[in-house]
């Protein structure tokens, strides 16, 4: 008889059997690591609290660490990374402050390795430094990098820790780190499927060797690399420190007792915050290849899915979302995988329900996410071929819905002011010879400038919204010029981005970047959103949602002579109806993901991106909040006139606006007449409707659209058919 | 922790100034919130049924005798509320570029090919209750369907006097429409 190999975890297990016993009994009792009567932090609440205190101590410190000792705008600038605190099976204890995305990912990531026999194949030993950035394996797109440590405690792995940060080079395909051109996996870059790239705390000087022949930007990626390294071991060696003044022991269960306190929180906050019942709403993702250049001819089409978003909220406090009906995956890389979507859940969650610096693996125990259909848009079969540059904007555009979702059950239970919703973004990302003639992928982490969804209670945030790193538009501005071979035209709010409401959505900012002393250039969408000619539905209760976003290549006639002339030039989108007629230099309109395109030194690169939705009906708005929004410059009298149906007048004398009440009451008395005369029964708009789609009269990337839901789901074809009263043999 | 209600009503009528509002945010939620939303509720609407859930800044889901269903504060009724509202509402569909710039302007505008964007009136006073932006040919989203004797019942520990299945009826009315196609 063989003797069993020692493992490296618990008493001598190894971490693999820790890992399958920790599953069974989260199956068999519900409660995380069978912990029904979770006793140890809860008999001195005191001590718990200063255990916890200490670890998240220890990551903030170890956060700011990685910013000091790396060298990247995307740490210094956006502070796009964050650490967390993993038991031995990979499960999420704690997170520093930072992007929210990878509670679990960075998880992921570990139990892998663990299910893939790391212990014994590859070997996992005190100062071992792991790196991974395969969305395969988890993750939300290619350019995330997680760097992994283990903890040792006398021999036992007792811990890990992860820092995660975005780099703008992972060598893809030319333009940028998330490139919209990839089709294959290979134009991903470089990969790095949990990959051993040191030990004795020290990366190997082949791995740098390998990173400067491969990245453009190797000096950053290796320094991002250096902080990561030094912020793992901060965090560790004080995690050493904690458990020679808790003690083993209560380190071991107290993690434990974080991750269930934490799940059994959010079991509560459902119960308290939300109404039982079932939610519905639907996505669209919209992609255009047609004029894509790729290698992979499959790829080059357009196509676009519909995502119906259905969350279950259950007796028991549990959500469960249900994505039956989406449509079928594409040869293009932003097919996002189950796991991306619970990376778009994580950040949401925190948000939302778990905001209280506790989130950890518990706050995402109680949320399910159904598999989605094999060889839909969320779980193609063969995603090891496909590229993976990209698959957050589907994922995102679902959960910025999904978040007005649960804004509706907050609002049903008197909750109004935690109502709100998100959107995300598209921009430009860029390739070319930089000012100081360098060869490089260039983006600036500057594009999620858009503002919140309205509050219950009050006015959305402007800018602010993007959930994921609040930075983005808050960032030192000076610093990217330097970095980017672009200036600046303006940071401007832009009235007309709103999503009009009693109370309306923040507004948006648009970027105005122009190339300065750039050389042979190209650019591309950094795509951050799914969708372009359909506006998200982010309206809420009678509010409507933003407007369209847009983007923007604006190339001067003659940029010199329109400067020696004092002419204007574009410094913000002004009046939506007019901005295309500017006279002094071609504006060219592009969808959310423009094909690779040549840019020039001085084009104008834009990035209009839309708000989500306002709340309530727009003609109930409060007149003095619309006032306020004229005197501070946010709107104007086209919009408050047109929409909320305000007469206003402009004071000179006292440099402020006045409202005229009595108009303001008959324009809406009148704006409610209008709307009873031009209202139709839905019945006899539904007769219209059906007719146009029995005879399928609609474009052919919609008619593509629905005849690829039907096909993955009996599902969605049964209700579709039965809310148009459709024959049971109709197909598109 | 507990809010007055005259604090909790100067929250919803937008009387707060933005450092009270994030205070509440900040603070953990009362456990009394529901009770006393439906109370302001219940003493601002005109009529006499009992407000079960508010789903929305003018709909209610009411009692009405042994019957639930969805009511427009200014007293109009919506019917059953395991049918979709929607479909018992006026509907006005932006679906040509005019319609559709006269809330989008210019470059703002969807592309009416591709999105719809509708909106739902109370037959009764005109308030927009729902803006619905959709690809063209979809069918009207059913926003919410609760469970209200387990919201009742299991969460707020006082049982509904009846129960009833929160079953998904909305195809009894497209099934109606459709048998008076001729």
Redo the contacts between chains.
Sequence with gaps: MSKQKKGIGDRGQTLKRMLEENRRLLKETGCYAGLTQPQLLRQDPVKAELFHSRMMSSLIAGRETCKMVSGSPYVREVAELCMGIYTPEGDSVLQSTGIQVHVRLMGDNITWMIDNNYEEDVGINDGDLFLANDPVIAGIHAADLYDILPVFWEGELVAWVCTVIMEMDVGAVSPGCMPTTAVERGADGIKFCCEKVGSGDRLRRDFEIKIEMSLDMSDLFLLDRKGAVAANIRVREELKHIIGDFGLDYFKAGIKELIEEERRSQVA?I???T????????V?FEIYMAETQTSWLPGKRDM?R?IPVRMDIL?EGRLVLDFDGVGEWGWHPFNPTPKGLYGALSISVVQTLSYDGRANLGSLLPCEIKTPPVDSLFNPSLIKKLATGNPWPAAIDVFSLWVGMLG?AF????????VFNKISSSGWQLAGFDQFGVKRPMMAGTTGNFGCGA?G??DGVDTGAWIATMETDTGNWEVWQLFIPEIYMSRMLEP??VG?G??RSGLSMPTMDMLHRVTVGIGSGAIGCAHD???????L?????G??R?TFLVRYHDFKDTVSKRLPLIHE?G??????DYPYAEVR?LNHMPPTIEVKDKDLLIA?N?SPGG??????R?PA?QKADLDNGLTNLDITR??YCIEASYDEKAKEWRIDQKATSQLREA???E??A??????K???Q?RQ??QEKR??P??VE??RSSMKLSEGFTR??R????LPGDFTF | MSYSKEDLKDLYDGRLPWEKIKEIMSRPKDDDRFQKYVEILQERVPWKERILLPIGEHLYIVEKGAERIVKCDCGHELGDYRRNWKLAALIFVRDTRQKLEEVYPGIRCPDPDFCEVREFYCPGCGALLKVESVPVGCPIVFDFLPNLDAFYREWLGRPLATDQEPKDLSNEVTLSWRAGIT
């Design positions: 906050r119960k308290q915050r109404v039982p019942g079932r939610y519905k709403d639907v669209p676009i519909l007796p509706t609002y049903m239970r008197g909750f109004r002011e935690e509050s209670v009050c007309y981005s009009c009693r109370y000619r359909i506006i998200p539905n982010l309206g209760f009678g509010g409507y949602p407007g369209k847009n989108i009046d939506p109806r007019t901005f295309m309109r209009d839309g709340l309530g009906d727009p003609i109930e409060d909040l047109r929409m704006r409610r007449r709307r009873l031009r209202g139709v029964p839905v019945e708009w539904w007769q409707a146009r789609i609609l474009d990337l919609l659209m629905y209700e579709y039965d809310f148009w009263g």
